[in-house]
Nanobody, 121 residues
Framework: QVQLVESGGGLVQPGGSLRLSCAASGSISSANHVAWYRRAPGKERELVAIISSADYTNYADSVKGRFTISRDNAKNTVYLQMNSLKPEDTAVYYC???????????????WGQGALVTVSS
């Protein structure tokens, strides 16, 4: 079984920055896309950012210009750089990959356990 492990969450003041990392235990180079989602308290899960195998990216309107998604296939890691953070960015952030290869088989639709980001003064 493969895993995605998020890290980098924490408490930050409004206007601050954080970088989330999502490390896969297998290869993400064959993934068609890897994405970051978030679930804020009392709200449904929403797509924050997505990156394709060709490095095309797309963002939720609420984070455009502030967040940047990137991937390093050599390290099997995806990043979410979050700048100019706002209190409304407070949420649990989840990493998702549509395909992860462990060397012998492909696993589909893999999710991480989540990383809590709290933006507060």
């Amino acid at each position: 079984q493969v895993q995605l492990v998020e890290s980098g969450g924490g408490l930050v003041q409004p206007g601050g920055s954080l970088r989330l990392s999502c490390a896969a235990s297998g290869s993400i180079s064959s993934a068609n896309h890897v994405a970051w989602y978030r679930r804020a308290p009392g709200k449904e899960r929403e797509l924050v950012a997505i990156i394709s195998s060709a490095d095309y990216t797309n963002y939720a309107d609420s984070v455009k210009g502030r967040f940047t998604i990137s991937r390093d296939n050599a390290k099997n890691t995806v990043y979410l750089q979050m700048n100019s953070l706002k209190p409304e960015d407070t949420a649990v952030y989840y990493c998702n990959a549509d395909r992860v290869f462990d060397g012998s088989r492909v696993y589909l639709d893999i999710w991480g356990q989540g990383a809590l980001v709290t933006v507060s003064s």
